[in-house]
């Protein structure tokens, strides 16, 4: 079994990070999307402080599966340098840890 990762981005609102995790589950680089409520963000952009209202997605898959997923959130993403980090998944329930890697790695 690959070794999984939790991936996370923010979209600028509900309608975009919809189509967005629509997309990630069609193509089969992510077995889970989870759409989270709407977040005040406040980051350094351009040299401004800068808050933004927005929607964070959760995002399961595998190492060898992230370079495809990478790849077409980097390609749909409305933002010039959106938000995409990736933390390994370390344990986990066996039966989902392997649904992530058979829903990802097979197709």
Excluded: F
Excluded at 41 to 66: F, H, M, N
């Amino acid at each position: 079994m690959s070794e999984l990762l939790l991936v996370i981005t923010n979209l600028p609102d509900a309608a975009t990070a919809g189509k967005l995790a629509r997309h990630l589950i069609e193509s089969h680089v992510a077995a889970c999307v989870n759409q989270l409520a709407p977040c005040i963000s406040t980051y350094r952009w351009q040299g401004q402080v800068e808050t933004a209202t927005e929607v964070p997605l959760l995002i399961k898959t595998t190492q060898s599966g992230y370079p495809r997923l990478e790849a077409l959130i980097r390609e749909l993403h409305p933002y010039e340098i959106p938000e995409i980090i990736a933390i390994p998944l370390s344990c986990g329930l066996p039966a989902y840890m392997e649904w992530v890697s058979q829903e990802t790695n097979d197709h």
